[in-house]
């Protein structure tokens, strides 16, 4: 990293993850003097971990799909779409030596299938275009006239710029430096921050039976929140059981929309659907299918067709059923109940982990204050924002990750217009 005694520049960027680097880049790229600070002691910390290491860049939706899965700000992300959607982003890359692809047609990955190789090829382009990279520098406050902001001090320096871009990240990952800088640095300026919840992140039920069902992954399975206020809140994916309740890539999607609730509630109930989709008439027609086909067969092996064995156990045992009965001599008001549980299987989420297991944060500055054609602050002139820190989240998938690089590409602009 590169270190100068200089402390005047045209632009401060505070914060060395996806959005920072981006954001230094296209700045540098314009010519701009641009320093970049990072309170640890190595760039690019949280997106090392991205994807569980594979970093997952973005994924192949049109922006109209990209933005409604952010819910309803997404059309706040417009113009960064417009400036840098998932193909710029690919063509950006492959222009700095990293060429991707997706796999699953869906999700875009390097090739390498390595975190590192972004790095790498950011940092390079960084020396290349000869950007000044501070580490273990920690910005502890703005500087500003109360009209325009002017720069930013830390412990031992202040750093002169007329703009500042904060892209310093959410509360997720703390273990990897997140401690919610970039909010104390907006409210320095006047901004809000919404209120802040973990995401991202397995959560805990109030149910112990998944705990007997912890060696199977359940494929395409769909969640939906059992509130009046939150009935058309679904997330689809993949789930597993834990000793303690569910995660999984669906558990990650609805955990960001579970924990607001979870807050006033204390105990959010979920209906989970592990059978394909299926509704109780189309489970009833398969099980008599099975039936008639296997008719010496016991109801856990029909549901077998389905469901692992121990979780279509484990529905059995919550049925009252016997499963190793077979379905018709059950009751009626047993097969009813198997048929409902088979359908919709309640769970009630109590509790989760915190900020030390969320991916993400849910919440930041406000919308509200942002300009969406630049990301600059509509209280402080000069003072941008891109990424996490403020509040826009999606699901896992590419989705926050390829926000950070478009709000980032659009903040170094620093309120030009941007082109790719």
């Known amino acids: 990293m590169q270190n100068t005694s200089q402390t005047s520049y045209n632009l401060i960027v505070v914060g060395a993850g996806a959005a920072g680097m981006i954001a230094a880049i296209t700045a540098a790229r314009l010519g701009k003097r641009v320093v970049l600070l990072e309170k640890l002691k190595h760039i690019g910390a949280k997106l090392k971990a991205t994807g569980g290491g594979r970093c997952n860049l973005t994924n192949t939706l049109s922006n109209e799909d990209f933005m409604q899965r952010f819910g309803r700000d997404g059309r706040f992300m417009t113009p960064a779409l417009n400036a840098l959607d ?3 982003l690919i063509s950006f890359f492959a222009q700095i030596g990293v060429k991707s692809h997706a796999p699953d047609g869906y999700r875009v ?6 975190a590192l190789t972004i790095i790498t090829a950011l940092e ?3 020396k290349r275009l000869g950007i000044t990279v501070v580490c273990s520098e920690r910005v502890e406050s703005l500087v500003s006239d109360g009209e325009s902001v002017s720069g930013v001090s830390t412990a031992t320096t202040t750093y002169s710029a007329p703009n500042v871009i904060i892209a310093t990240g959410g509360l997720g990952y703390p273990q990897l430096g997140a401690e919610g800088d970039g909010f104390t640095l907006a409210s320095q300026a006047g901004h809000t921050i919404t209120d802040l919840y973990p995401a991202m992140m397995p959560l805990k039920t109030k149910e112990v039976w998944g705990e007997g069902c912890r060696a199977d992954t359940i494929p395409k399975v769909e969640i939906k929140i059992d509130l009046p206020k939150a009935k058309n809140i679904r997330a689809k994916g993949d789930l597993i059981f ?14 960001r929309e579970i924990n607001p609730y979870l807050s006033k509630h204390g105990g959010v109930p979920i209906l989970i659907n592990m059978t394909k989709g299926m509704n109780e008439d189309q489970l009833l027609n398969h099980i008599k299918n099975e039936i008639h086909k296997h008719p010496e067969q016991s109801i856990l092996t029909h549901i ?3 469901l692992p064995e121990s979780v279509g156990r484990a529905l059995c045992i919550l049925a009252d059923a016997d499963p190793q009965s077979g379905f018709n001599k059950l009751s009626g008001a047993v097969r009813d109940r198997l048929i409902k549980l088979l359908a919709w299987t309640p769970l009630t989420v109590i509790g989760h982990d915190g900020f030390k297991m969320a991916m993400i944060t849910r919440g930041g500055v406000s919308l509200k ?12 002139r000069g003072l941008y924002f891109c990424g996490e820190v403020m509040n826009l989240d999606g699901p896992c998938g590419g989705y926050n990750l390829q926000w950070s690089f478009s709000s980032g590409y659009l903040a170094g602009h620093l309120g030009n217009k941007a082109t790719i």
């Open 109 to 114: 990955f390097p090739i390498s299938h390595s």
């Open 242 to 255: 834990t000793s303690t309740g569910i995660r999984g890539p669906v558990v990650l999607d609805i955990a």
């Open 369 to 380: 204050e942002i300009s969406p054609d630049t990301m600059e602050s509509k209280i402080l």
């Open 86 to 88: 998932h193909k710029a």
């Open 124 to 126: 390079e382009e960084m």
């Open 304 to 306: 077998q067709t389905l």
